[in-house]
């Protein structure tokens, strides 16, 4: 069994993931547990293996607070593009969007969302997806929020504005069970349909039963731009007043030129909010462009549309043509420059992928018609419009940790296009603090010890004897990832040797 091979990892700073100063020394690992520390401790012992890194840097494995891996880790179980970078667990079911609980009002949408993965959905529950993912022996482990866009479809499908007192009652039953077989907590997409139909006594009565076992809400504010510190507030009122104690903000941002501004009110909210009780954190990948379905941008009644109603709408020309009309009116020439096309299945836009729209022949708008009429559920964009300052300073703040928002993929392309970030977060993370002048241990925690905690994950996130011996190794000086979309499956530079469970999952 590779997981029973002993290794002694030797010549190494140990940064143990608390924060506590570096030390140098040697690691022996065997049963895919960390059997002694410190230089010397593991005596004479002698292992099978032998791994020595000129006075590399050896961390936890990192972990990835803000992942959608649902369905491309069970897919792709290698997960090249996330222990390349060191990260062996990431929280999935982000933005309001798990892949479970399932119930014939929402199987057949998320069968089409995931279409690209060819894997199918054959479980009901939290329990019943753990252990089908686990049937495909991943190379990193993923912990789970329960979607409340996911959980509000369970229980009412994805057309539904307001939720009868049923469907409410029947969402949060839903939602308690997954809590009871072992979700972190909630995460909310109120950007998303249906969760921009929730009101808040409806985000209020999520969070309740959240609080009720001291559990986590994550959110996708309902804006992140125009709107954002009405959004923020009205989560942490919802907090408030549901009792929750714990309130993460989901790739905190200040979108927009218009809005960059806003930090110093947000995050003077979010430390108003800590000192009365709700403890507020976030996570923040290190890149200025965000990337999500392309359809966001649809205006009007078209925005209130799933994607596969989308879809359907826009196979007829005469729609595409009305709605380019719309689009093109609600945007500036310039505009379509600062919208890239990641991903499409959509054939006659395959060699635009990783170009602003703006290349997308000479009607920008009539191109996104046709490429949501082609693949609406897989169509993805990158969005320019945030600020390199604002980065800078969400990435100081003492509560925010390392997310991706991105997947785990394979090396090759086989499920499309990504944005850079899903091969790059963490080591451009750990760069940016590091240049910043925080200390490699503070680095290190703020991707391991601190999302650990926040996330109330007791076995993980600290170097420690008797833990699970999932480690990365890494050399801090050759930290560097690319930001190119248009080649954005490039692996980063700096980590040298990720271990899950003792068992190497990369090695350079
Ligand atoms: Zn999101």
């Given at each position: 069994?590779?997981?029973?091979?002993?290794?002694?990892?030797?010549?190494?700073?140990?940064?143990?993931?608390?924060?506590?100063?570096?030390?140098?020394?040697?690691?022996?690992?065997?049963?895919?547990?960390?059997?002694?520390?410190?230089?010397?401790?593991?005596?004479?012992?002698?292992?099978?293996?032998?791994?020595?890194?000129?006075?590399?840097?050896?961390?936890?494995?990192?972990?990835?607070?803000?992942?959608?891996?649902?369905?491309?880790?069970?897919?792709?179980?290698?997960?090249?593009?996330?222990?390349?970078?060191?990260?062996?667990?990431?929280?999935?079911?982000?933005?309001?969007?798990?892949?479970?609980?399932?119930?014939?009002?929402?199987?057949?949408?998320?069968?089409?969302?995931?279409?690209?993965?060819?894997?199918?959905?054959?479980?009901?529950?939290?329990?019943?997806?753990?252990?089908?993912?686990?049937?495909?022996?991943?190379?990193?482990?993923?912990?789970?929020?329960?979607?409340?866009?996911?959980?509000?479809?369970?229980?009412?499908?994805?057309?539904?504005?307001?939720?009868?007192?049923?469907?409410?009652?029947?969402?949060?039953?839903?939602?308690?069970?997954?809590?009871?077989?072992?979700?972190?907590?909630?995460?909310?997409?109120?950007?998303?349909?249906?969760?921009?139909?929730?009101?808040?006594?409806?985000?209020?009565?999520?969070?309740?039963?959240?609080?009720?076992?001291?559990?986590?809400?994550?959110?996708?504010?309902?804006?992140?731009?125009?709107?954002?510190?009405?959004?923020?507030?009205?989560?942490?009122?919802?907090?408030?007043?549901?009792?929750?104690?714990?309130?993460?903000?989901?790739?905190?941002?200040?979108?927009?030129?218009?809005?960059?501004?806003?930090?110093?009110?947000?995050?003077?909210?979010?430390?108003?909010?800590?000192?009365?009780?709700?403890?507020?954190?976030?996570?923040?990948?290190?890149?200025?462009?965000?990337?999500?379905?392309?359809?966001?941008?649809?205006?009007?009644?078209?925005?209130?549309?799933?994607?596969?109603?989308?879809?359907?709408?826009?196979?007829?020309?005469?729609?595409?043509?009305?709605?380019?009309?719309?689009?093109?009116?609600?945007?500036?020439?310039?505009?379509?420059?600062?919208?890239?096309?990641?991903?499409?299945?959509?054939?006659?836009?395959?060699?635009?992928?990783?170009?602003?729209?703006?290349?997308?022949?000479?009607?920008?708008?009539?191109?996104?018609?046709?490429?949501?009429?082609?693949?609406?559920?897989?169509?993805?964009?990158?969005?320019?419009?945030?600020?390199k300052e604002n980065l800078k300073r969400i990435l100081a703040l003492p509560f925010t940790v390392a997310g991706s928002d991105g997947n785990a993929l394979p090396a090759d392309e086989r499920f499309g296009r990504a944005h850079p970030r899903a091969f790059g977060t963490l080591p451009r993370f750990l760069k940016q603090l590091l240049e910043s002048g925080v200390s490699?241990?503070?680095?290190?925690?703020?991707?391991?010890?601190?999302?650990?905690?926040?996330?109330?994950?007791?076995?993980?996130?600290?170097?420690r004897t008797g833990a699970m011996a999932d480690l990365v190794i890494f050399d801090p000086d050759e930290l560097e990832a690319p930001e190119d979309f248009r080649s954005p499956a490039t692996p980063a530079s700096g980590s040298l040797c990720t271990l899950k469970a003792g068992r190497t999952v990369f090695s350079r």
């Amino acid at each position: 069994m590779s997981g029973s091979c002993s290794i002694k990892i030797k010549n190494v700073w140990i940064a143990d993931g608390s924060g506590a100063p570096l030390r140098k020394g040697e690691v022996l690992v065997g049963d895919g547990r960390i059997l002694a520390l410190e230089p010397g401790a593991s005596g004479g012992a002698a292992a099978e293996r032998i791994l020595e890194f000129r006075g590399a840097v050896l961390a936890p494995g990192f972990i990835d607070a803000h992942g959608h891996s649902d369905l491309s880790l069970p897919a792709a179980p290698e997960a090249f593009s996330k222990v390349s970078q060191g990260v062996t667990c990431e929280i999935a079911g982000n933005c309001g969007l798990s892949a479970f609980p399932l119930t014939s009002r929402n199987r057949e949408h998320l069968e089409e969302l995931y279409a690209n993965y060819s894997f199918p959905l054959t479980w009901d529950t939290l329990a019943g997806y753990r252990a089908r993912v686990a049937e495909c022996a991943p190379a990193m482990d993923m912990e789970l929020l329960a979607g409340h866009n996911t959980l509000r479809a369970a229980a009412a499908g994805y057309e539904k504005e307001t939720l009868s007192p049923g469907e409410l009652r029947e969402m949060l039953r839903l939602a308690d069970e997954t809590l009871e077989q072992g979700a972190l907590g909630f995460s909310f997409g109120l950007l998303y349909v249906p969760g921009k139909f929730a009101p808040e006594s409806e985000v209020t009565a999520l969070m309740r039963v959240a609080a009720k076992r001291d559990k986590i809400c994550t959110v996708h504010l309902r804006s992140e731009g125009d709107r954002l510190l009405e959004s923020l507030e009205e989560m942490i009122l919802c907090a408030r007043e549901a009792g929750l104690k714990k309130l993460h903000v989901s790739h905190f941002k200040t979108a927009g030129a218009a809005n960059f501004s806003k930090l110093d009110r947000a995050i003077e909210m979010i430390r108003e909010a800590r000192e009365r009780g709700i403890r507020v954190t976030c996570d923040r990948y290190p890149y200025t462009r965000s990337m999500t379905q392309l359809s966001v941008i649809l205006p009007g009644k078209w925005a209130d549309l799933d994607d596969s109603a989308i879809g359907k709408r826009l196979q007829a020309p005469e729609a595409r043509l009305r709605l380019a009309e719309e689009i093109r009116n609600g945007r500036s020439a310039g505009y379509w420059d600062t919208v890239t096309l990641v991903s499409t299945a959509a054939p006659a836009y395959q060699s635009q992928q990783g170009l602003p729209l703006s290349s997308c022949g000479p009607d920008p708008a009539l191109a996104v018609t046709e490429l949501l009429a082609a693949d609406a559920a897989g169509t993805t964009a990158a969005f320019s419009g945030m600020s390199k300052e604002n980065l800078k300073r969400i990435l100081a703040l003492p509560f925010t940790v390392a997310g991706s928002d991105g997947n785990a993929l394979p090396a090759d392309e086989r499920f499309g296009r990504a944005h850079p970030r899903a091969f790059g977060t963490l080591p451009r993370f750990l760069k940016q603090l590091l240049e910043s002048g925080v200390s490699p241990e503070e680095a290190v925690r703020r991707a391991t010890g601190l999302t650990a905690e926040i996330f109330g994950l007791k076995e993980r996130g600290l170097v420690r004897t008797g833990a699970m011996a999932d480690l990365v190794i890494f050399d801090p000086d050759e930290l560097e990832a690319p930001e190119d979309f248009r080649s954005p499956a490039t692996p980063a530079s700096g980590s040298l040797c990720t271990l899950k469970a003792g068992r190497t999952v990369f090695s350079r």
